[in-house]
């Protein structure tokens, strides 16, 4: 199974972009990118997802790396409401494997 | 906004008991899903539907079945609860290949 490395934690100033590393070096030609985010005693959600492009919505960017082996999620001015755990997966046909993902700390 | 509701945020239960958890979700889903998500594990994939009445094994189904009558349902069963069941339990549903959507989550305690 294709898998993700990211790391544990990071921190991040209020008001300043984040860039959150993901590798995913055994990645195949079929499995797409996605980025799920979890707050504290809640579920999962959403945040972006892609293939080959970058990709921009309304809460985040994705930056995919030419060769697919490693992608960043941007959150362009972090706020005290995104910390939380983020996670990397790949999905391939609706079978997304959750890692660890990375606590991200948000610092007024 | 989509919504996917579970039935208990907390349930506590002994060894041996039949155990439901239910979820609903009220999009027209096609895809429902069941994990559990424990400390240093992770999030795991427990099964999964693609329609009524249909469900397929996840990585970790050995002690749980399911249950999908109708198309907003899905139903997680643990036949004979065991210490080891005691977990978060989230349900989620998904209208195609991406963006799935979770519920809230029941944390089940099995004393």
């Known amino acids: 199974d294709a898998k993700t490395t990211q790391p544990n934690s990071m921190e991040s100033n209020e008001e300043e972009p984040v860039h959150l590393p993901c590798n995913h070096s055994t990645i195949s030609g079929t499995d797409y990118i996605h980025w799920y985010r979890q707050l504290p005693s809640q579920g999962p959600e959403y945040v972006i997802h892609?293939?080959?492009s970058n990709v921009n919505n309304r809460m985040a960017s994705l930056a995919i790396a030419e060769d697919r082996k490693s992608s960043t999620l941007i959150l362009h001015r972090a706020t005290l409401r995104d910390a939380a755990v983020y996670y990397c997966i790949l999905n391939n046909n609706n079978d997304m494997r959750f890692g660890a993902g990375t606590r991200l700390t948000v610092k007024p | 906004d989509v919504k996917v509701t579970q039935s208990s945020r907390y349930l506590v239960k002994r060894t041996g008991e039949k155990v439901f958890l239910e979820c609903v979700q009220d999009m027209d889903h096609e895809n429902m899903f069941w994990y559990r998500q424990d400390p240093g594990l992770g999030l795991r994939l427990i099964y999964f539907?693609?329609?009524?009445?249909?469900?397929e094994k996840g990585d970790i189904p050995e002690g749980y079945s399911v249950s999908r009558e109708k198309k907003e349902r899905f139903s997680l069963i643990l036949e004979s609860a065991s210490t080891n069941q005691t977990s978060m339990y989230l349900c989620?549903?998904?209208?195609?290949?991406?963006?799935?959507?979770f519920g809230p989550g029941t944390r089940l305690t099995v004393t």
């Open positions: 892609g293939l080959t």
């Open positions: 539907s693609y329609d009524v009445k249909m469900k």
């Open positions: 989620a549903s998904s209208p195609h290949y991406h963006e799935q959507y």
